[in-house]
């Protein structure tokens, strides 16, 4: 288990470090200088800020004082926002999105393996087209879509929800964008879980118990059911970040106060400083996650410790 | 009573047809054709696209109205009047046109970014896979570590920063694809470099990379095609991700994705400038989306 800890530990290193110096050589490749502002600035106040900011040392030092600070958590100051650094940006931020993602997680685990149990118990049957079916337009219709719709039904036709806003995280609020932050991942995890149960549930073991006699409910429950959420666990990292990418929109088009909506509109703007501690941190977030993914199925599946 | 003889002697007719009918075998591409077609799902949507793409080919020559022709006078125009069959937008600009110019754009985008990425995909697994060793270890460790990156996030960094030109958004998003058909075309790779035949063409003396190119590359078809077929609306959702977040297709240029995203600006004015690029959208993936789905029941169906 540690031998393969090591492993990925060994991919995932050098991939943050790849990360961190793209984002610091496409800042400085950006065009335009971050101290653009309307009225130039005389060269000699121009000359001190940039030295203030480590402007007019070599590229290679600028590199490794970026490195450093990033190993103590200090991303830079943010280019908009003058009083607050990158840090602190993020720190203010990131508890909406952690509720969001997590809500979403959830609901999306919980529904998705029902639907997926249920359709690979009464395959080829209406409930099994009818989820599957429901699984393909959740693929393939994007969020952006399914939340302006959700919006107009829900929040201004008949007023249940409100239409946007945190309101510090009153569920009311949390519906839709959980909702429309899911869909994509129930269809895909409600046809992993379908795929996997199906097969099992063919397989010598499972009929044994029933010849058994234990009970259909039992069977599933405590026998197939462990057997066919593994190629859903091998899934778990794409869908953290399909969750995380998919923050985005979702913040954004429901004016959530999280770190999502703050990438896009620092990308706007283009406060690069914002923007490249944003990167570093999804990337980050992303790679423990997948970490965390790969060691569970490592746990819960054999083969995969010793491939 | 005199019985007519059918003669089985050589040459005869009746043994030249006879022949021929033994002859003619089923070839595994027979095989998996004759399953695809009695898929339903997967031939409609076969009729659907190519039907979707005549209208993105030949429809913006077509219509009327120009897709970026400003009519003041025509704002806000719902279905069927004023001689918009589909409505008009903010600026009065005809929605037909617009959806017709929007979907040739989007599955341009579609098809060179998937180009893009077959390219250096199948490249890069063929030669991993092909000369293996040391090469493919080290090749399949940058896949690797570039797979677990989240590269939406570095394409809106590009975006952002060089700015959301044509070819950009063609190299960015062909960049995020290519790395599971690389992983794909190694598999297959692998696979067939035990055959017989490659051992026959080495022992010819045929060079290694003309191997790849003549032998493997060829029968890496089918694998490739389905995920072809499903990797074109992955590149058109995240082109339409990126012109929604404004930094994608810049208007008066028209995609599903800018659309839709200004379509749900005014959605409650102008619900069908949402409801038409949305459902052709939709449709259109889902359409890949059975069509892949078929193509991989039809090749390998063991998988189902």
């Known amino acids: 288990m540690l031998r393969f800890l090591g492993r990925r530990l060994a991919v995932a290193i050098p991939t943050l470090f790849i990360v961190v110096t793209a984002a610091f050589f496409m800042m400085r490749a950006a065009p335009g200088s971050p101290f653009d502002t309307d009225r130039k600035l005389p060269p000699e106040i121009l000359k001190n800020v940039e030295a203030k900011f480590g402007f007019d040392k070599p590229l290679v030092v600028q590199y490794g004082d970026y490195l450093a600070g990033v190993l103590h958590g200090d991303f830079g100051p943010s280019l908009k926002y003058r009083d607050k650094s990158v840090l602190e940006i993020l720190k203010e931020n990131y508890p909406v999105s952690l509720t969001l993602g997590l809500s979403a997680f959830t609901v999306a685990i919980v529904l998705g393996v029902s639907l997926g149990v249920i359709a690979a118990l009464r395959q080829n049957g209406p409930a099994d087209y009818a989820t599957m079916g429901m699984a393909i337009v959740g693929i393939c219709i994007p969020s952006f879509v399914t939340a302006p719709l959700l919006v107009l039904v829900f929040g201004s036709i008949l007023g249940w929800l409100p239409v946007a806003g945190w309101d510090g995280g009153a569920p009311a609020n949390l519906v839709m964008p959980v909702a429309v932050l899911a869909l994509p991942q129930i269809a895909i995890i409600s046809r992993l879980t379908r795929a996997g149960m199906i097969e099992v549930l063919r397989s010598n073991y499972v009929r044994t118990a029933r010849a058994k006699g234990l009970s259909e409910t039992s069977i599933v429950l405590n026998h197939a059911l462990r057997a066919a959420i593994l190629p859903l666990v091998s899934y778990l990292g794409p869908a953290f970040a399909g969750l995380i990418t998919g923050s985005l929109i979702v913040e954004q088009i429901f004016n959530l106060p999280g770190l999502g909506k703050f990438f896009v509109v620092s990308a706007l703007q283009r406060d690069y400083t914002v923007v490249m501690g944003l990167v570093i941190c999804f990337a980050t977030l992303i790679l423990v996650l997948n970490l965390l993914a790969d060691l569970l199925q490592a746990a819960l599946d054999p083969r995969v410790r010793l491939s | ?304």
């Not at chain 2, 009918?21 to 076969?46: F, I, P």
């Not at chain 2, 590009?158 to 958004?169: A, C, D, E, Y």
């Not at chain 2, 022992?203 to 389905?226: D, K, M, Q, T, Y």
């Open chain 2, 1 to 304: 009573m005199p019985m007519t003889q059918i003669s089985l002697a050589p040459g005869s007719p009746e043994t030249a047809a006879l022949m021929h009918r033994a002859v003619k075998g089923r070839s595994l591409w027979d095989d998996a054709r004759r399953r695809l077609m009695r898929n339903r799902a997967a031939v409609a949507s076969m009729i659907v696209l190519a039907l979707l793409v005549l209208a993105a080919v030949f429809g913006p020559m077509l219509t009327p109205f120009a897709y970026d022709e400003i009519n003041k006078n025509d704002v806000w125009l719902a279905p069927m009047t004023g001689g918009h069959l589909l409505g008009s937008d903010a600026l009065g600009r005809d929605l037909l046109a617009r959806l017709l110019m929007g979907l040739r754009v989007s599955l341009s985008i579609g098809a060179v970014a998937t180009c893009v990425s077959l390219v250096i995909g199948v490249a890069w697994g063929a030669i991993a896979g092909y000369f293996g060793g040391a090469l493919d270890e080290a090749m399949m460790r940058i896949v690797d570590v570039l797979y677990s990156l989240p590269y939406i996030f570095f394409v809106i960094l590009l975006m952002v920063t060089f700015g959301s030109n044509i070819i950009l958004i063609f190299l960015a998003i062909g960049a995020v694809e290519w790395l599971t058909m690389a992983r794909i075309v190694r598999g297959q790779t692998i696979s067939l470099k035990e055959k017989e035949f490659i051992e026959a063409a080495r022992a010819a003396g045929l060079s290694r990379p003309a191997i790849i190119a003549r032998h493997i590359v060829p029968n890496l078809l089918g694998p490739v095609v389905i995920y072809v077929t499903l990797t074109i609306p992955g590149v058109i959702l995240a082109e339409s991700f990126l012109s929604f977040l404004g930094l994608g297709v810049q208007p008066p240029m028209a995609s599903l994705g800018t659309l839709i995203s200004g379509g749900a600006q005014d959605m409650e004015l102008a619900p069908w400038l949402l409801i038409f690029p949305s459902v052709t959208m939709a449709v259109t993936l889902m359409c890949f989306n059975f069509i892949g789905d078929g193509l991989r029941d039809a090749i390998d169906p063991k998988d189902r």
